[in-house]
């Protein structure tokens, strides 16, 4: 029995190891990097209504951010990070680029909405349409379709009526998003665009729609350039520095804890493959204020390894079994650690409520490290000092940093 707990022990330890040995390249390649790490620039918009008078609501912000998004996919940029900040804000990060100047000049432009007819000649613009007037509607059959509101009806009717039995296409831009065909003059501020829609698609349609009845104009109130020269420098030195920190700090956990050091050292490597999995799998983007709460993150674990074994170290002091010492110690110490953590948790989720780019960004990469080294750094470190302990090789007072002059007789 004692023999089959340090089999499990081993296997364990081999299947933890193995798994960040045989994956972490691929996890590491597959991680996206900010600009501060890979180069490129930073625009923060304030946005302002085109038409005097205007509203800048909260739709047509999100709205403009996906128009910025597909201009952006447009240019070929992969994977930009645009987010809205407050009533007026939209943030653009994009890494990897080269010609800045380019991509600038055409996300300022304000969304083109028109509707136009066969021979390319623009009948009707985003100016026409009552701002967020557009919305998804069901007939009879519960077929969406979209049902638009216009500002002037005679102006509509003047429209379809020159174009009955042609199409009226509708461009953003300059990319066309349907054709629908006029059936008849339509002499009212109301109409629907019917077709053989999903609602997903007729949903996209009402967007296209309100984001050009209500164009907002952007004007550049914040900017950052990071060289990619620059961006490869800071995650070089980045990792070298983290790499060293790591190294010394496994060393340390070894020299004091001895055994349980060990042990330590390896929840340690499990718990930094485990954070980049789901960075991997979020597909978020890693930043220097990323990385800086990753390795205040890894501090953390430490500390949680460090208060259990001080604790297991100040019981077997006392006379107590290893066993005994391992309860006790674990018992004690888990309220301390667990008190500690929450209380972060708290603050990150408060700096993630309230911040924004890379402090939500700092909050979101904490609050998950902070779960991990719950994780691996409580449960799995006791899980394998208790197998170890209770296999019964490792007796000595001495294995776990404890001298036995220090003991204290019963």
């Not at 050091?261 to 929840?267: E, F, Q």
Request: some cysteine.
């Amino acid at each position: 029995m004692k023999a089959k707990r340090l089999v499990v022990f081993c296997a364990i330890v081999v299947i933890c190891l193995s798994l960040t040995a045989i994956f972490s390249p691929n996890v590491i390649k597959g991680l996206r990097l900010g600009l501060d790490l890979k180069g490129g620039f930073e625009i923060l918009y304030v946005a302002t209504p085109v038409e005097e008078g205007g509203k800048v609501t909260k739709a047509a912000l999100i709205e403009t951010a996906r128009n910025l998004q597909k201009r952006i996919d447009a240019q070929g940029i992969a994977e930009p990070d645009i987010t809205t900040e407050g009533s007026d804000r939209i943030r653009v990060k994009l890494a990897g680029v080269t010609d800045e100047a380019k991509v600038r000049e055409t996300l300022k432009k304000p969304a083109n909405l028109t509707f136009r007819a066969p021979d390319g000649t623009i009948m009707l613009n985003g100016s026409d349409f009552v701002a967020g007037g557009a919305k998804v509607e069901f007939d009879q059959a519960h077929q969406p379709y979209v049902a638009i509101k216009l500002k002037d009806a005679a102006k509509f009717g003047e429209v379809t009526g020159k174009l009955v039995g042609q199409t009226l296409s509708i461009y953003l831009d300059e990319e066309m998003k349907s054709s629908p065909t006029v059936n008849q003059v339509i002499n009212s501020d109301t109409a629907s665009i019917t077709g053989r829609y999903t609602y997903d698609e007729a949903k996209e349609m009402v967007d296209i729609i309100n984001l050009g009845s209500l164009p907002l104009n952007l004007t550049e109130k914040y900017t950052q350039s990071v060289g990619a020269t620059l961006g490869q420098q800071s995650l070089k030195q980045t990792v070298e520095a983290g790499l060293i920190g790591a190294v010394l700090i496994l060393a340390f956990m070894i020299f004091f804890y001895r055994l349980p050091g060990i042990v330590a050292s390896i929840t340690l490597i499990t718990y930094m493959f485990i954070v980049l999995v789901i960075f991997n799998w979020m597909n978020a983007t890693l930043t220097l204020p990323g990385i800086a709460a990753l390795i205040l993150g890894l501090g953390m674990a430490v500390d949680a390894n460090i208060i259990t074994y001080e604790r297991i170290k100040e019981e077997i002091r006392t006379g107590k079994s290893m066993l005994s010492a391992l309860k006790a110690g674990a018992k004690h110490s888990f309220r301390t650690i667990l008190d500690a953590n929450v209380t972060n948790i708290i603050s990150c989720a408060v700096l993630y409520y309230i911040g924004n780019g890379a402090i939500r960004g700092f909050a979101l990469t904490l609050i998950i490290s902070i779960l991990v080294s719950m994780l691996t750094n409580v449960f799995l470190s006791r899980i394998l000092i208790e197998l170890l302990v209770k296999a019964n090789i490792f007796k000595k007072p001495a294995y776990y940093g404890v001298k036995e002059s220090e003991i204290r007789a019963l």
